[in-house]
């Protein structure tokens, strides 16, 4: 399943300030937590839910969560993901928090008792990074994955979900632009205000 929200009016202005030449740094970081937050909770109104029972101002009440069959982990795929991935997590608040470093081995403890991960980053452009890891779940059959990143490529996008038909994935938008960034224009430079360090 592939999903994204390119049209949304919400997305498409957070997208537009996160593109501003001068929005770096913290005010940066705030976008991607945003729009991480919303493909969370995408995400979680796919997921099964169970109501439970919840101490209200004028005494017990029926209220709703995640189902407890349900043991979700996010990677952060670093080091551009991480705020994404931590706007995920405010929407699943259940969820573990796992920094996965690109072409580095899934070996998290916390992934033996997980059955659903969600890959989170923040630009995917050709798709290789992602890629690899899907693939390490392959030796994990227990684990569904998800994937959520805040754009990617469309072509990228295409070719993912035809490829990978048993995993969701959930992109803010997709774009008909492909680059590497660097530099100013790299994501990890400008979520971290080291621009002229790159």
Known sequence: MLKHFTSCSSIKALATYSRKDDCRGLPLVNIHRELGKLLGYEIFNDLSVEDYMITHPKGQRLGYRLSSDIKPAILAVMRAGLFTAEGIWEAIPQAGLILQYPNQPISDPFLQSTNLAILADSVINTGETITSLIKSFREQPHIKCIVASLVC????????????????????????????????SDTGARLFNKIDLE
């Not at 072509?155 to 590497?180: G, H, M």
């Open 153 to 184: 490529y469309e072509e990228t996008a295409c070719k993912l979900s035809e490829t990978y038909p048993n995993i969701d994935f959930y992109f803010s938008r997709i774009s008909k632009n492909a680059y590497v960034g660097q530099g100013k």
